[in-house]
C-alpha cells in the first residue's frame, strides 16, 4: 500500500514536470510564429525571421580579404556601406558552392550591422502559426543545432516540405562566425 501511494506521487509529479514541459515549448514557438524567409542551401529549405532581411540581391563576386577564413567571399560596397559577405554553404558544409543565375545574397541587419549571406536561391516569404513549428530534435553532441528554433512542416497541393528555422542573428554574432562581432568592436573603439 505504501508503495502504491509512492507511485502515485511520483506518477503525479512526472505528469506535471511533462505538462511544464510541453506548456513551456508552446510557449517557445509562440515565440517563433511569424513570417519567414525561405531559401535554399542544398537540398534543403531554411528559414530566417522576414524582419531580419534588408534586402535581396543577385550573387555579385565580393572584394577578396586577405586571410579571411574561407566561407567569408569578402565585402561588398553597398550605396556606401561596407558589407561583408558570408557564404552559408561553405561555413554550413552543406554543399560545394557553385554561383549561377538562382544564387543569391540575403542582406541582413543584425545587431545593428548589416551583413550579407550567400545562399543557392531565395524560396518564398511563409507566414507560420505556433503550431505549424515544432522544436528542434535534440541531437547532443552530434550536431550543432544551437541556431536552429525550430522545424516547420508545410504542405502544399499534394506535397509537404520541411523549412529548417534558424536564428540568424544568433549565429551571425556567435564566436564561429566572427564577422558582426569583430566589425562591432571596430565601430566601438
Excluded at 9 to 28: D, E
Excluded at 112 to 118: A, C, E, F, Q, R
Aim: charged share 15%; with cysteine; net charge negative.
Amino acid at each position: 500500500m505504501i508503495f502504491a501511494d509512492h507511485a502515485s506521487t511520483w506518477f503525479s509529479a512526472f505528469q506535471c514536470l511533462l505538462f511544464n514541459i510541453t506548456k513551456q515549448k508552446s510557449k517557445t514557438m509562440k515565440q517563433h510564429a511569424g513570417e519567414y524567409l525561405s531559401f535554399q542551401l542544398g537540398g534543403e529549405q531554411y528559414g530566417i525571421d522576414i524582419l531580419k532581411v534588408q534586402e535581396i540581391r543577385g550573387y555579385e563576386i565580393a572584394t577578396h580579404i586577405a586571410n579571411a577564413p574561407a566561407y567569408i567571399l569578402g565585402v561588398l560596397n553597398l550605396r556606401g556601406t561596407i558589407v561583408p559577405i558570408v557564404d552559408l554553404r561553405i561555413k554550413l558544409g552543406i554543399s560545394a558552392p557553385s554561383y549561377d543565375n538562382q544564387t543569391v545574397t540575403i542582406v541582413l541587419n543584425v545587431a545593428d550591422s548589416v551583413v550579407g549571406m550567400v545562399v543557392d536561391a531565395v524560396q518564398d516569404v511563409v507566414a507560420l502559426k505556433a503550431e505549424d513549428i515544432k522544436p528542434a530534435p535534440d541531437f547532443g553532441n552530434a550536431v550543432a543545432s544551437q541556431h536552429i528554433v525550430g522545424i516547420a512542416t508545410l504542405s502544399q497541393a499534394d506535397a509537404a516540405r520541411m523549412l529548417i528555422l534558424m536564428d540568424i542573428e544568433q549565429f551571425m554574432t556567435s564566436a564561429e562566425i566572427g564577422v558582426i562581432s569583430q566589425s562591432s568592436k571596430v565601430i566601438s573603439e
